[in-house]
């Protein structure tokens, strides 16, 4: 089966344009932000000129709706004890699905946020609770996902029994419209050693995939600054981290690596092409030939 990959394109000019830059870059996938991340976007719709231009970017480009995911704001901490901070999360992340499934592409991930006041089971029911708000407030079609993170403080979605938490906690009638996705730099940051040996990675997988009922629905392709249980954010390119080369072939060697969104958020050579510039950013050209060459 194939594998779909593809990055996080810069959208100077637009999200339009991001789609077009993967298209040029040869990829069959594609995320994307669809309002600006580091605020709430609780109020943020799309307007329907923007819908049409990115449908047909997407047409042009040859990627697939379904292939596109949107990365949510980094800010919604549906996760808080704090009900004033819930409710704005939840909003924001109800606006997320909804301006999503306005451009009809195939999900929306999101870090579930922290667990403050310390209880991680409390904290569970309250990340699915705000997915739950989302899904009953949006017709079906595009999915959410729950990121695993990097671990740092309180942050859930470190373990497999925490994204399993979250999922278990959602009401049965929206299950199948949720589901997760693994960051490879977070896996490695919040302890999960994928760098031994393709038994050692694949029973890493094998445990999410106990835990959540299902195989996750997308990978983030990043090598990590930061080593091992270091609990750091930090994307370097595919080689050039911890990490290394050889795990991301045994990944891309995995059943599970499948059918797919496999997205990379590595660094680029350059974060502000001009806005009609379609060119795709070298760095990820580069990546996106060594994951082929990893993959066949
Ligand atoms: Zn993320
Ligand atoms: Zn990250």
Redesign the pocket.
């Known amino acids: 089966m194939t594998r779909l990959i593809g990055a996080h394109t810069v959208d100077a000019g637009g999200i339009h344009m991001a789609a077009l830059r993967a298209g040029r870059g040869g990829m069959d996938a594609l995320q994307i932000f669809t309002a600006i991340p580091k605020y709430y976007g609780d109020k943020a719709s799309i307007r329907p000129e923007r819908v049409v231009r990115f449908r047909a970017a997407l047409n042009d480009a040859g990627i697939a709706a379904a292939n596109v995911v949107a990365?949510a704001a980094y800010v919604l901490n549906t996760a808080t004890d704090d009900e004033v901070k819930w409710q704005r999360a939840a909003a924001g992340l109800r606006k997320e699905l909804e301006r999503s499934s306005t451009l009809g592409i195939g999900a929306v991930?999101f870090?579930p946020g922290a667990a403050t006041g310390g209880d991680r089971d409390s904290a569970a029911e309250r990340v699915a609770k705000a997915m739950a708000g989302a899904l009953d407030a949006v017709a079906a079609g595009t999915r959410l996902l729950v990121?695993n993170t990097a671990g740092a403080g309180m942050t859930m979605g470190r373990t497999p029994a925490e994204v399993g938490a979250i999922l278990a906690a959602l009401p049965r009638r929206l299950r199948a419209r949720a589901g997760y996705g693994l960051?490879t730099c977070h896996l490695f940051a919040a302890g999960h050693d994928l760098t031994g040996s393709p038994a050692a990675l694949e029973r890493i997988l094998d445990g999410f995939e106990t835990a959540a009922g299902e195989p996750p629905s997308f990978f983030?392709l990043n090598d990590s600054e930061g080593p091992l249980g270091s609990n750091k954010d930090r994307h370097v390119l595919i080689g050039e981290g911890k990490i290394g080369t050889e795990p991301f072939r045994w990944l891309l060697q995995d059943r599970r690596t499948a059918g797919i969104p496999l997205i990379l958020e590595t660094p680029q050579e350059s974060y502000e092409p001009a806005g009609d510039d379609p060119s795709p950013d070298p760095y990820d050209v580069r990546m996106v030939k060594l994951l082929r060459s990893l993959a066949a």
């Open positions: 990365h991930c870090h990121e960051d983030h």
